[in-house]
């Protein structure tokens, strides 16, 4: 993958591959959704942990004010590291600011961050959007940094409708009122509409790119339909990108 395709990125960090967790107490019933979302993190190898530190850093820190608050985390094609990047970010960002975080799950198509999460929360957004009760009713938390989660909920089938529905945009808005900041899953870009439906309603977009997978086509293709959309592109992961050269060298260059 040329230096030219990575010239698209503000935001980078190798992700490698979402990792098999398993401890002592991960099989056992009792083991709580905090303990899970800390086991994400803490399998993490030193190396992604401090990159996906960096790209918290970069996205929602140091531009202080400037920061979004609320973004969307989807691929340009087809990758299944979205839920597994979208839960480390949230679980980072909620040890590195002082607010709250909810991890919400906007792929309705594919809902995996409550298995991957081994919650067993049943109802969630698509339940919310249905309901008139408070969006908290639907929400879990997750660890002592005040971490959420708003997973996907009951099965839908008609997810247009869903995403361009004015309830839509009521409940997202009552998300950003209850909570500091939203981390939001989507399925790819580049084959659905959601992921900039979604986009419409938040701060903007971080696109996950597969290394020697993504075509640079494909991937400007997508950048373009958001900037159209006037929605921004934060940054984009490279995600499985290997070294033929040592990365320290690398980055030298």
């Known amino acids: 993958m040329s230096k030219n395709f990575e010239l698209l990125q503000r935001a980078e ?38 990159e996906a530190l960096k790209l ?14 609320a973004v969307v985390f989807a691929a340009v094609d087809g990758s299944s590291s ?23 799950e906007g792929n309705f198509r594919q809902p995996t961050i409550r298995d991957f999460l081994e919650t067993d929360h049943p109802r969630g957004f698509v339940d919310a959007l249905r309901s008139d009760a408070p969006i908290g009713e639907f929400t879990k938390l997750l660890g002592p940094e005040s971490l959420w989660l708003l997973p996907a909920g ?3 089938e008609d997810f247009a409708v869903l995403l361009n529905s004015d309830r839509m945009k009521e409940r997202i808005a009552e998300l950003r009122q209850e909570f500091d900041y939203l981390i939001l ?66 980055k030298r260059l």
């Open 82 to 104: 979205c839920d597994w990047l979208c839960s480390v970010t949230a679980k980072i960002l909620a040890k590195s600011v002082p607010g709250s975080v909810c991890l919400v």
């Open 13 to 50: 960090f190798n992700l490698g591959t979402a990792p098999t967790v398993q401890t002592e107490g991960s099989a056992n019933e009792n083991v709580t959704p905090a303990v899970r979302a800390a086991e994400v993190v803490s399998s993490l190898v030193p190396e992604v942990r401090d």
């Open 185 to 250: 899953s989507a399925p790819p870009v580049g084959r659905f509409s959601d992921g900039m439906l979604l986009g419409r309603l938040v701060d903007g977009v971080v696109l996950i790119l597969e290394a020697n997978a993504t075509r640079r086509e494909a991937a400007l293709r997508v950048t373009e339909s958001l900037k159209a959309m006037n929605i921004p592109v934060l940054g984009a992961v490279l995600n499985n990108r290997t070294f033929p050269i040592p990365a320290a060298v690398y």
């Open 56 to 69: 918290v850093q970069k996205l929602f820190v140091i531009p202080q004010q400037a920061a979004p608050k």
């Open 154 to 156: 009951a099965p839908v």
